[in-house]
Each structure stands twice: as C-alpha cells, then as structure tokens.
C-alpha cells in the first residue's frame, strides 16, 4: 500500500473517529478537492489561467446544483511558473497537503514530461484529467493516471499536411519549440511529407517560451516554401505571426490548436491574423450549435468573473472540470482517487456533440480533429 493510500485510510478514519465523538448535529460531508497545478505566470500564463477560469466555473455550476453525491468541490490552484521542476515539487505538495480526488488541466510539454520521467503520478496514485500538449511522446507510454481528452498532435499534424495537400501547397517551412512537444511535431512532419507528395524546404527552431521570432523568420524566408507550419508554444506561434506580418510577408500559415485567435489578434493585430489557419480539436466555443458548447456558455455566463473570453481555452479547461464529475457521479464509495480512476476508465459520453470515450480501452478520450480560420474580425471559422 503506498503512502497516499494509507494517507487516505488515515483520513477516513479521522472522519469516523470525529463523527462517533461529535454526535451532535448532522453530518456534514467534507469538501473533495480537485487540484490545477499549471502556469498562472510566465509566457503560459494565459492559457493556465483560461483553463482554470473555465474548470472553475464548471465546477461552481455544480456546487449550485448540490455537489456531487453531496460533497461540494474545492478547487485549488499553485503556479508552476511553466517550471517543470516547479510542476513536480508542486503536485506532491499538493497531493500531500490537500489530498485531491484529481487534478486537472495539466499544462506544458517539458512539465508533463518532468512529471513522467519522475513517475509522480503514480507516486501519488492520483488522476489526472486533461493534458496539454498532445504529443505523442507523452501518450506513449505515458502514464494510466493521465486521461487525455483531446486529440494528440499526430493527429492535427495529419489533418494539416491532408489539407495542404489539397490545395497544392507542397513546399512547407516548418518552425517547432525547441522541446519535446516541437521536436516530435517536426519528426512526424518530415515522416508524413513525402507520402502526401509534401516537401520540407525547410526549418527553424524557437527555444523554449520564445516572445521574440524575428531571427526564425528571416531564416525561413527565402527558402521557397509555400507555406508555414507552427509547431508552437500560443505566445510564440503569435510572435511568429506577428514578426512575419511585420515585414510584409503573406505567406499561409498553418498551427496547432495551442495557438488561439485571441493572441494572434493580440500580437498580429487583425490583419496580420486573417487567414491564418489553426487545426482544433474542440468544437467552437462561440458558435452555440452543439449541447456541449450551450452548456458551457450557460456555465461561464452564469459562474465566470464578467467578460472572461470564450475560447478554446476555457472550453478545454470546462471539458476537464465536466469529465472529472462525470467520473465522481459514476465512482464507487469513498469518493478517493483510485475509486474515481476506475469510473474516468469506464467512461463513454456523448456531452452534445462531442464524445469521450476511455471505455474503449486507452487514455484518449477524443480523436475529434477541425480546421479553422481566423477571419477578419479576429474569429474562428470551422
């Protein structure tokens, strides 16, 4: 038995122990924690904290309602500053101090490899449910305690080159992070290209968390590429858009899902953002056609902080909050975290357009993948 079990029979046995002694009074439930270690400062900031934003009001929703099996959720945060140090120190104190049922929202390629490579997880015997990026690197083997709900990186590469193909433009630039989450993306392009009749002219790195692309886009201009395809971090994807609008260049540009309208309007400005193309693997979150994006539209109008942006963050950061209760509603008693893993594991949901599916035997719960492009007033379109 490892020790956050034993930690969690302790508990259970305070509680007991308490009630037996207290005797006057109803019982109340205690609270169940759900925990969001991720960037809250630093270049990943924004998306940290759209997921959380997005989590939170989910979760409030649900507490209005009553809770889940009449425990109300108490959703913690810490700030890893995009440190993965800082994401493994984090996540044990955490598991440690508040005892969570499951994080949520885990975010950057180096932090969820750090957490892989120290096992901590498992350590903990601790879910976690929704994973950013989508890298295959951390898929594979990855770890049973991380519940993926979107769609990996192959698969959005692939709707990409498919497209490009299509459209006769086979002479691609690529520029990739300079981190797991790059490096894998550019191997599968260079591995996907000759297939589709695509050619790599060439291709340029971004160090970690980069806000400045000038030098990348000097170094893939003139190279004869037709297009560009961002293998990027959201703060530096729209670097890139912005320093390749700068000076002058209209070349089609092409990105991961990571990279949001909103902060390519922000850098880019709304002419330097047209056209670009962003794959997606969620529905939009502003067009209220399906009952998944409905429901979180009711959600953050009615428990979000007034004027929080509906975008493909909070929606991936509600998707994560909604997944984990679904899993609490279906867990066997206690409410602990090995009870709800196996609930997460039996999942097959279908939340209005939308289907997670983990009872099909891994831990990728949606292959969904869309195209979109950002039109001129700085939306999404599908």
């Known amino acids: 038995m490892n020790g956050t079990r034993r930690r969690w029979i302790r508990a259970g046995l305070g509680v007991g122990v308490g009630l037996a002694l207290g005797g006057a009074g109803p019982a109340r439930a205690a609270d169940l924690v759900v925990a969001q270690v991720a960037p809250f400062s630093g270049p990943l900031a924004v998306n940290g904290e759209a997921n959380y934003l997005g989590a939170k009001a989910y979760f409030d929703q649900v507490n209005a309602q009553g809770g889940v099996q009449g425990n109300r959720i108490r959703f913690v945060r810490e700030d890893d500053q995009y440190q993965p140090a800082e994401t493994v120190r984090l996540?044990?104190?955490?598991?440690?101090?508040?005892?969570?049922?499951?994080?949520?929202?885990?975010?950057?390629?180096?932090?969820?490899?750090?957490?892989?490579?120290?096992?901590?997880?498992?350590?903990?015997?601790?879910?976690?449910?929704?994973?950013?990026?989508?890298?295959?690197?951390?898929?594979?083997?990855?770890?049973?305690?991380?519940?993926?709900?979107?769609?990996?990186?192959?698969?959005q590469i692939e709707a990409i080159l498919k497209n490009l193909a299509n459209v006769g433009l086979s002479r691609v630039g690529v520029v990739y992070q300079d981190i797991p989450f790059?490096?894998?993306?550019?191997?599968?392009?260079?591995?996907?290209?000759?297939?589709?009749?695509?050619?790599?002219?060439?291709?340029?790195?971004?160090?970690?968390?980069?806000?400045?692309?000038?030098d990348a886009v000097a170094r893939l201009r003139g190279q004869g590429a037709q297009t560009f395809l961002m293998i990027l971090a959201p703060n530096s994807g729209a670097a890139f858009v912005r320093d390749l609008r700068a000076v002058g260049d209209r070349t089609p540009v092409y990105g991961l899902s990571y990279v949001s309208a909103q902060s390519v309007v922000?850098?880019?400005?709304?002419?330097?953002?047209?056209?670009?193309?962003?794959?997606?693997?969620?529905?939009?979150?502003?067009?209220?056609?399906?009952?998944?994006?409905?429901?979180f539209q009711t959600a953050m109008r009615d428990f979000a902080p007034k004027g929080t942006e509906l975008n493909t963050m909070t929606l991936a950061g509600y998707l994560a909050a909604r997944v984990t209760v679904e899993g609490l509603r279906r867990s066997s008693l206690p409410l602990k975290p090995e009870n709800?893993?196996?609930?997460?594991?039996?999942?097959?949901?279908?939340?209005?357009?939308?289907?997670v599916d983990f009872a099909s035997g891994d831990n990728v719960g949606s292959r969904q993948v869309a195209l979109s492009v950002i039109d001129r007033s700085g939306n999404l379109r599908y």
Do not use: C, W
């Open 91 to 155: 996540v044990r104190l955490v598991a440690e101090r508040d005892r969570p049922v499951a994080f949520v929202n885990l975010l950057g390629s180096a932090n969820v490899a750090a957490l892989l490579q120290d096992r901590t997880l498992d350590r903990v015997g601790i879910p976690a449910v929704g994973v950013t990026p989508g890298s295959e690197s951390l898929r594979t083997p990855g770890s049973p305690l991380m519940f993926h709900l979107q769609a990996g990186d192959r698969l």
């Open 182 to 214: 790059g490096r894998n993306g550019l191997n599968y392009i260079e591995e996907q290209a000759g297939p589709r009749q695509l050619q790599v002219v060439a291709k340029v790195a971004l160090p970690p968390g980069a806000d400045d692309a000038r």
């Open 266 to 295: 922000a850098k880019a400005g709304p002419e330097g953002a047209l056209g670009v193309a962003l794959a997606q693997v969620t529905p939009n979150p502003n067009s209220p056609t399906t009952g998944l994006i409905r429901d």
């Open 340 to 355: 709800l893993e196996a609930a997460v594991r039996r999942l097959r949901l279908d939340l209005g357009g939308y289907t």
